[in-house]
């Protein structure tokens, strides 16, 4: 796929349907109302922990040189309604372009659908391998540096999914009602970007981790203190759970120790309690959303934090509304955000082969490149939304800020509506229009224009209309 352009991408995931209606030159959105009477859910994991010396994190922190748990995919089909919908989410810091399009498009054949009706979203750990196929051959072009991903073991896990899939299809339980709930967790979330100077400018980021007292000590700031989560019933019956909860889900790393941290962990340990129900976590819009205000980073707080987050996730199915199924709707929009102008695919090249600079400052541009390249190639980005009755799932690309998760929200508010971010990582980070001005560190490594907002944004409205 290393020729994909938009003419060859739009065919492989057929997004023109017959049900298709251009929303701009640069984004499509198509929708499909289907009775949902005989709908059935196949749920499906397999193990995606990656070997000894595989990169984490993109390349600049230690590798794997040990495994405290696995790391996993868990997914569910969606059958009976039109097209299988597959939802996927995944323990790795990152999928990006071309390796976010392999993974929807081997999930899609295993299904017997198209790539445009997959979901694909990494929780975001980040001793983990954050996967970028362009970025990949960029990096082994130089010869000296740690690789951005190990192609035979990207290929693998794909390899794993379409088995996963397969299997699981013939397995399916019939859908008759959908579940629906929040809990609030307590002491995990807080905003990373609080500490600000009088004219709004960011001064210091309280991290996933952060062991200045002061900053701690600041507010938590603006949260969506839910998790939010959906299930899906065959009568009595509890078959898969969806939770969503928006915090980067670390508490240490950099270790070389594979792990699920505290989000895999929580959703590890409710998977425990109900082990005939298939659990999922999806991480939500949290760019600028970490556990720095409640976390030091001593291994102390790892249990502490996977309590509280279990006890949230708990919580959301404690006081469930139930109904039954009789609608089910998939929408889709293409979303093209310009790069930065700033970027300067020469400039990033000639960086990337200057051997006197660390490896942070090499691998990471080859990131920017390939966002260039893609970009020039006008592949765009798919969002989608998920519509069951009156519950709402969005799927958001990238690093989001916590805003387009309460926006969404806002957009819909006499829905349920649960976001999912992570998606296509692409673009990186993607903060808000208002943030770029205040600086700071997510500000740093987002590869788009302040326009994205006003794309995102237009795109959110329509497929959650």
Known sequence: MAGLNRRDFIQETLLTTAAGWSLSASRLLNAADTSAGSLHVAPFR????????????GGWIKPIEAVDDTQEAVGVVLLGAGKPIVL?????????????????TALAQAAGTTPDRV??????????????????????????????VMVDFFKRCLDQARQAVEKAIPKARAVTHIGWGQGEVKEVASNR????????????????ASKDEKLRALPEGLIDPFCKTI??????????ALHYYACHPMSYYADGRASSDFAGLARKQRQLDEPDCTHLYFTGCSGNIAAGKYNDGSKELRPILTKRLYEGIVASEAKFEKAAVKTLNWKTAEALPPPLKTLDAEALAKRIATKTEAVVN??????????LRRSAKKIPIVL??????????????????????????????????CVAAYGDGGPWYIPTKEEYPAGGYEVSVAFCEP??????????REILA
Request: charged content about 20%; overall charge negative; aromatic content about 8%.
């Open 384 to 417: 989608s939304s998920l519509h069951i009755g009156d519950v709402k799932l969005l799927h958001l690309p990238a690093e989001s800020f916590i805003e387009y998760q309460l926006r969404a929200q806002g957009l819909q508010k006499d829905n349920f509506v």
């Open 88 to 104: 996927c989410a995944v323990d790795w810091t990152g999928l990006l372009n071309e390796a976010h399009v392999e993974w929807r």
């Open 451 to 460: 326009d994205i907002d006003d794309i995102l944004t237009a795109g959110m």
């Open 231 to 240: 299930a899906f019933f065959d009568n009595d019956k509890k078959v898969a």
């Open 119 to 148: 979901a694909v979203h990494c929780v975001h750990q980040h001793n983990a391998p954050f996967a970028c196929l362009e970025a990949e051959r960029i990096v082994s072009a130089e010869g000296d540096l740690p690789h951005i």
């Open 193 to 208: 970007r609080v500490h600000r100077d009088a004219n709004g400018k960011i001064i210091a980021m309280r991290g996933s």
């Open 46 to 57: 397999f193990d995606v922990t990656p070997p000894f010396g595989h990169s984490c994190c």
């Open 362 to 371: 090499r691998n990471r541009p080859s990131y920017q490149l390939a966002w």
